[in-house]
């Protein structure tokens, strides 16, 4: 079937455009909480063929999205190289630190698809269910730098000083690791295109903390090679790269990435997209997800505004970043409605 999404992310206008939203199966839902409930912690949760299925599929049943991404998370593939991975409530993923050579030899990029069998269980059980029908299945993984910062760090950061510190100050290691996430994440993306997954995202959600230079050593040149490692296995599935807050860097991307689109955060001028990216790829984007949360008049405008840039060439609508667990469920219906032109 011709599939809306992938007729944009080939660079065809499509209209009305093709809708899916980041985070679109999460806590704002009762059907997740319900599931949730039925765990008793988060990565068992996502290694669960059965119920990240259904988590998946949640939002396609009850808004009719143009996409299902894959219910997971990007620090799978750190639990895969043999680092430690938990979520703690209100304090949000925790990991053993990375911090030096030593440890970084205890890293194995061979073991990566070996041991995430059942992610792609779960996308072969979704890819199933949408059989024959317009939505498409998304994979998706984090780039090297933002998977990296949460390795050495621990977890999340406000300035990821520890990653940072280590990148200056021995470069050298800190390319070992992002090397080995190269390998390791490039696997885990074929191995999800092999279970069904029609096109992909790359998250690298900090993108934007680094200066110019840094910013291609350590994010595009990164995940430049992670794309020629998948096209060379599937050169006619598409990429969605979402280099979240690098600003004018953002043309860099779109130039010399290899991605088929460029996923835009909130902070990207719609004019300055239309002229800059979207004549070299299909931008997909870019509703504030507090405009989202808020609804009526404010999300409206913004919408209208983002359709009116980009809608009369290929684009896909989405979120700058995704869904926020407070978003009332007729926001979102309403937000598709609107889309979908009514």
Excluded at 134 to 140: E, Q, S
Excluded at 175 to 190: G, K, N, P, R, Y
Excluded at 233 to 252: D, N, S, T
Excluded at 257 to 281: E, F, I, K, N, Y
Aim: neutral net charge; aromatic residues 8%.
């Amino acid at each position: 079937m011709d599939k809306p999404l992938l007729r944009a992310l080939a660079g065809r206008p499509v209209t009305p455009a093709p809708i899916w939203l980041m985070r679109q199966a999460g806590r704002y839902s009762p059907e997740y909480r319900k599931v949730r409930a039925r765990t008793v912690d988060f990565m068992t949760l996502c290694f669960t063929p059965e119920l990240a299925a259904e988590i998946t599929l949640q939002p396609v049943r009850r808004y009719a999205m143009d996409a299902a991404i894959l219910f997971s998370d990007i620090l799978t593939v750190p639990h895969a190289l043999g680092r430690e991975v938990r979520f703690e409530e209100g304090r949000g993923p925790r990991l053993e630190p990375l911090r030096n050579l030593k440890d970084l030899s205890r890293v194995d990029p061979s073991a990566v698809v070996a041991r995430l069998g059942p992610v792609y269980e779960t996308l072969q059980r979704v890819k199933a269910e949408l059989a024959g029908g317009p939505t498409a299945l998304i994979g998706f993984a984090g780039a090297p730098w933002t998977v990296a910062s949460y390795m050495i760090e621990g977890g999340s950061s406000r300035d990821f000083a520890a990653a940072k510190a280590l990148a200056y100050g021995s470069p050298v290691e800190f390319q070992s690791l992002i090397d080995i996430l190269v390998e390791a994440t490039a696997a885990h993306l074929i191995a999800q295109v092999e279970a069904g997954a029609e096109a992909l995202q790359i998250f690298d959600s900090w993108a934007g903390v680094w200066p110019e230079a840094d910013s291609r050593r350590w994010c595009l040149l990164p995940t430049a090679a992670i794309i020629r490692r998948v096209k060379a296995a599937h050169p006619l599935v598409p990429v969605i790269l979402f280099p979240r807050g690098v600003g004018a860097m953002y043309e860099a991307f779109a130039r010399e990435s290899g991605a088929d689109a460029l996923s835009l955060d909130t902070t990207v001028p719609l004019a300055w997209a239309r002229a800059h990216l979207q004549a070299h790829v299909p931008v997909q984007g870019n509703l504030d997800p507090l405009a989202l949360l808020a609804g009526g008049e404010a999300m409206e405008t913004r919408v209208r505004a983002i359709l009116d840039a980009f809608g009369d060439a290929p684009f896909v609508f989405n979120l700058g970043h995704g869904v926020v667990p407070a978003t009332p469920l007729e926001h979102v219906a309403r937000l598709v409605a609107l889309v979908r032109g009514a």
